[in-house]
């Protein structure tokens, strides 16, 4: 079965500090990579793809099929930033997500 | 503008209780899908479905069931709620294979089993 390991539950960084979420998945196939964010009382929403390669917000994330890692980074944080983070995957020609357990940041001013 | 939309946001019942979790969403999707939200533990997948009446298990179908008879709304039912079953519950959509913007997600249900 496929697996996402997010390996930090909490990540604390000052504001204007870079952050790195780590992200890794068992290798099985091609994968659709995801990141997720979800705010303080609000609802869980798509933060990024890696087929889109976009930046995010600020965030970009690079798929490494070698280390078969999906890690987002932003290289100055802000305190907007503070949220849960759930990296999630999804293999080709399947209709489902698997979530990783989630990163709690929190950015210090 | 919301688009996926879960009926409580949130319940208290007691053991032993049949519990029924509803969700519609507006934006025409094939497929939806149920997960609960625990701390440490993410998100894991308790049923989807890709079609009106169909259904298929994720990876904690048990003491749930789910039913589809239109395709915007998507019900959980607790046979019988038990105080394991205390969690957050959220509700996604997206369309069908291929990519796309990925799941729009409901505001979530926390459910309290007393």
């Known amino acids: 079965a496929q697996r996402v390991t997010q390996p930090e539950k909490l990540l604390s960084v000052f504001k204007g500090a870079p952050v790195e979420l780590k992200c890794n998945y068992s290798y099985s196939g091609s994968p659709e990579l995801f990141w997720y964010v979800q705010y303080s009382r609000q609802r869980l929403q798509l933060l990024l793809r890696?087929?889109s390669r976009e930046s995010i917000k600020g965030f970009t994330a690079d798929l490494n099929k070698g280390e078969t890692s999906f890690h987002l980074k932003k290289p100055f944080a802000q305190e907007e930033d503070s949220a849960m983070y759930y990296c999630a995957l999804r293999w080709r020609n399947d209709y489902k997500l698997s979530f990783g357990a989630g990163t709690t940041v929190t950015v210090r001013a | 503008d919301v688009k996926v939309t879960q009926s409580s946001r949130y319940l208290v019942k007691r053991t032993g209780e049949k519990v029924f979790l509803e969700c519609v969403q507006d934006m025409d999707h094939e497929n939806m899908f149920w997960y609960r939200q625990d701390p440490g533990l993410g998100l894991r997948l308790i049923y989807f479905s890709y079609d009106v009446k169909m259904k298929e298990k994720g990876d904690i179908p048990e003491g749930y069931s789910v039913s589809r008879e239109k395709k915007e709304r998507f019900s959980l039912i607790l046979e019988s709620a038990s105080t394991n079953q205390t969690s957050m519950y959220l509700c996604?959509?997206?369309?069908?294979?291929?990519?796309?913007?990925?799941?729009?997600f409901g505001s979530g249900t926390r459910l309290t089993v007393v």
């Open positions: 890696h087929i």
């Open positions: 996604a959509s997206s369309f069908t294979l291929g990519g796309g913007p990925g799941y729009t």
